[in-house]
Antibody, heavy 117, light 112 residues
Framework: EVQLVQSGAEVKKPGESLKISCKGS????????IGWVRQMPGKGLEWMGI????????RYSPSFQGQVTISADRSISTAYLQWSTLKASDTAIYYC??????????WGQGTQVTVSS | DIVITQSPDSLAVSLGERATINCKTS????????????LGWYQQKPGQPPKLLIY???TRESGVPDRYSGSGSGTDFTLTISSLQAEDVAVYYC?????????FGQGTKLEI
């Protein structure tokens, strides 16, 4: 069974850094694109970017380029999403997701990130 | 970026009736080399991650009830729920995966 298990909820202050994780299991982690999707409170889904763990090829949405960094460590089947300087507007649920030929066929449970002073 | 417009934003349908949600992309998502439409439909219930219902515009994901169907090609697509059940109350999103960024529609809230 394919599973994506994300790290737990985070509460941070503006200006702090953060790295959240997503561990894949039940499939060949290196050979599927993994992506991140943001959902702000009460809002829709926003595609942030994807990474191919085998060679770390990464594609970002222009809306998120330079704002976050997506990485992966295929030795431990884990993908990451990180911020160097959080803002209050980064408050959201972040989902990791496995892509199957582009469509998202598996989702993590979501990580709630709250940024507040 | 490919812009996606879903309609309507919200929809109220009686139990057992048909629900139809539309999705329009700003450019074609039909890839000529494989004749596939790079479009999917997702269902999201409150407090849960989304769930894939339909991919390649019309192929049902394994385990998805056959009352769900997808149709359309090029820039215009439709998700149809043939006979609404109480458990179908959710927000539905379409997504194009033709070109990064793989944009989503704004969502359609389906109520009884």
């Amino acid at each position: 069974e394919v599973q994506l298990v994300q790290s737990g909820a985070e509460v941070k202050k503006p200006g702090e850094s953060l790295k959240i994780s997503c561990k894949g299991s039940g499939y060949s982690f290196s050979t599927y694109w993994i992506g991140w999707v943001r959902q702000m409170p009460g809002k829709g889904l926003e595609w942030m970017g994807i990474i191919y763990p085998l060679d770390s090829d990464t594609r970002y949405s222009p809306s998120f380029q330079g704002q976050v960094t997506i990485s992966a460590d295929r030795s431990i089947s884990t993908a990451y999403l990180q911020w160097s300087t959080l803002k209050a507007s980064d408050t959201a649920i972040y989902y990791c997701a496995r892509l199957q030929a582009g469509a998202i066929d598996s989702w993590g449970q979501g990580t709630q990130v709250t940024v507040s002073s | 970026d490919i812009v996606i417009t879903q309609s309507p934003d919200s929809l109220a349908v009686s139990l057992g009736e048909r629900a139809t949600i539309n999705c329009k992309t700003s450019q074609s998502v039909l890839y000529s080399s494989d004749n596939k439409n790079y479009l999917g439909w997702y269902q999201q219930k409150p407090g849960q991650p989304p769930k894939l219902l339909i991919y390649w515009a019309s192929t049902r994901e394994s385990g998805v009830p056959d009352r769900y169907s997808g149709s359309g090609s090029g820039t215009d697509f439709t998700l149809t729920i043939s006979s609404l059940q109480a458990e179908d109350v959710a927000v539905y999103y379409c997504q194009q995966y033709y070109n990064p960024p793989h944009t989503f529609g704004q969502g359609t809230k389906l109520e009884i």
